[in-house]
């Protein structure tokens, strides 16, 4: 079945460093891929997305390149800042018939002043 | 931006009774819910599918009877676990889908249920 896999957590960075937080997928077709970040109390929402091979998605200075060669959607932000700090997850849907997303198990980022 | 609010933020409960959760679309009508559930240090899992008006389309594995869903208006989904053990304490998490694509969810904020 379908299975995302995301970088273990806490991912721990001071402001203004660079962030990747690594995701790689197993799916059938060319599905999909998603970033969702949740921030303190708050719900799920959704960052970026890419819907095919060599897409890139960006919002709010995250970007992250749909590789279909290396089965990979890594989230990267250049300067990260204190009001990053959330739980991010990765998810993909397949584009073939009835699909729900698949979630990742999300990592924490936790951004020092 | 459309907002799904969900509560109770966390309940504790006794062995053997019922809990319920509610779900609802603040701003939006929303024909579709899903309802989820994370364990420590695990992904989101699907448990069902709730269509406003019908019954929930549930996941493999997890039990109807246990995990009651009633999506009775265009606004509001609840789920009912019964009969709460310790091994269903965990983060439930609803969502809510005001058109036919997923990547446009919304998602409430979670409920922490802990079974003593």
């Known amino acids: 079945g379908d299975s995302v896999t995301q970088m273990e957590g806490p991912v721990t960075l001071s402001e203004e460093a660079f962030l990747t937080i690594n995701c790689t997928y197993t799916?059938?077709?060319?599905?999909?891929l998603f970033w969702y970040v949740q921030y303190p109390g708050e719900g799920l929402q959704l960052l970026l997305k890419?819907?095919?091979?060599?897409d890139k998605g960006s919002n709010k200075g995250f970007e992250a390149t749909y590789r279909k060669e290396t089965t990979s959607f890594h989230l990267e932000k250049g300067s990260v800042q204190v009001s990053d700090s959330a739980v991010y997850f990765c998810?993909?849907?397949?584009?073939?018939?009835?699909?729900?997303?698949?979630f990742g198990k999300g990592t924490m980022l936790l951004v020092s002043p | 931006g459309a907002v799904v609010s969900q509560h109770p933020s966390w309940v504790i409960c006794k062995s053997g009774t019922s809990v319920k959760i509610e779900c609802r679309s603040l701003?939006?009508?929303?024909?579709?819910m899903f309802w989820y559930r994370q364990f420590p240090k695990q992904s989101l899992m699907l448990m069902a599918t709730?269509?406003?008006?019908?019954?929930?389309?549930?996941e493999q594995g997890v039990e109807k009877d246990k995990f009651l869903i009633n999506h009775a208006s265009l606004t509001l989904s609840t789920l009912t676990v019964t009969s709460a053990h310790p091994e269903d304490s965990s983060f439930y998490i609803c969502?809510?889908?005001?058109?036919?694509?997923?990547?446009?969810?919304?998602f409430g904020s979670g409920t922490q249920l802990s079974v003593l």
């Open positions: 709730s269509n406003e008006g019908s019954k929930a389309t549930y």
């Open positions: 969502s809510a889908l005001p058109g036919q694509e997923d990547e446009k969810l919304f």
């Open positions: 799916a059938t077709g060319y599905p999909s």
């Open positions: 998810a993909l849907k397949r584009n073939s018939g009835y699909s729900t997303l698949t």
């Open positions: 890419a819907t095919k091979a060599d």
């Open positions: 701003d939006f009508q929303a024909t579709t």
